[in-house]
């Protein structure tokens, strides 16, 4: 049988205190203590749990590393960088090489995007996992309730991907797009960039269609969505699968066409009538399903 302090040993070297001018008491007492900036700290949670947010037969390593990316994601969507990082684990394993093997992909992304983990938990039963993710902003923190009527709306990338690489998984394909799924890449350096003219800003982690109904609901307005100016990977669907990851933001007309917002893709507009419109042909389409909820 394998203990839980054996598999928190696993552990141990990510977070080993060394000196550090920000985490100032790192895993091993009752809680960490991190050092304040002069910026406000940014935060997020975010519960990855088996068979809904990954395969069961996911690599441990994969758990890992997608588990933190996603919470990371949420981040960039505020404008902000990484700093460190928490993790709860619950897992029903009794293999510890499963544990070091997660321990791997954890090292691989604190690595990638060099932040700390600060500490963490871990509990018995079917396999979850609770990161807690902290930073700073770049310039001001980009919010969901800030943007204005008449601002454009971007994406930062194509859709589809993430469901696309599932899709390829399952049908044992190894392609580029299984990577996308389970290695998804957080884009801070975009996040950067834009948080310097962008007026609002979202992930698309649940699906464009949700994730932008929350950008209006917070800042009481509607959007036009033009559907030949989205890229998609594969159908009508990825605009409600999710699992994309890219930021979804609105900004001043100005800034079309420019160096800015030159690598994104203009695909619509912020309206007055709080309700969001997709056209193709010039006609309005109907959509049922807005985006992905882990209680339907």
């Known amino acids: 049988m394998i ?29 960490a203590v ?12 975010d ?22 990316a996603v919470a990371l994601s949420d981040l960039a969507a505020m404008g902000a960088y990484p700093s460190f990082i ?22 691989k992304i604190l690595n990638e995007y ?16 609770c990161v807690n993710v902290f930073g700073y902003a770049y310039e001001n923190n980009i919010l969901r309730s800030t ?29 580029e797009f299984v990577k996308k799924f389970f290695n998804p890449k957080v884009d801070f350096d975009k996040s950067k960039f834009i948080s310097k003219y962008a007026n609002s800003c979202v992930d698309i982690s649940d699906g464009l269609i949700k994730d932008l109904t929350s950008i209006c609901e917070s800042s009481k307005v509607g959007a036009e969505i033009i559907y030949e100016n989205i890229p998609m990977t594969n159908d009508f669907d990825d605009l ?7 930021l979804c933001y609105t900004c001043s007309p100005e800034f079309k066409d420019s160096e800015l917002t030159l690598e994104d893709f203009c695909i619509g507009e912020i309206k007055s009538n709080k309700e969001i419109i997709i056209k193709k042909d010039n006609s309005v389409i109907d959509f049922k ?8």
């Open 86 to 107: 928490s993790i709860g684990l619950t897992s029903n394993n009794t293999d510890l090489d499963w544990y070091k093997k997660f321990t791997s992909g954890v090292e």
């Open 240 to 246: 409600s699968y999710g699992d994309d990851y890219k």
């Open 47 to 68: 519960i990855s749990k088996v068979n809904s947010h990954f395969p069961e037969d996911s690599s441990p390593q994969d758990i890992a590393y997608r588990s933190i």
């Open 289 to 296: 399903t807005h985006g992905w909820d882990s209680f339907e």
């Open 147 to 175: 943007a204005k009527v008449g601002d454009l709306i971007f994406i930062t990338g194509p859709l589809g991907e993430g469901r696309r690489g599932l899709e390829d998984w399952k049908n044992n394909k190894k392609t």
């Open 114 to 129: 060099q932040i700390k983990l600060v500490g963490g938990d871990i509990t018995n039963g079917e396999i979850s996992v």
């Open 34 to 45: 991190i050092k304040s900036q002069d910026k406000d700290l940014v935060h997020s949670i």
């Open 3 to 31: 203990s839980e302090s054996a598999i928190l040993n696993c552990f141990q070297h990510l977070v080993d205190h060394k000196q550090d001018d920000t985490v100032l008491v790192g895993s091993g007492d009752d809680a």
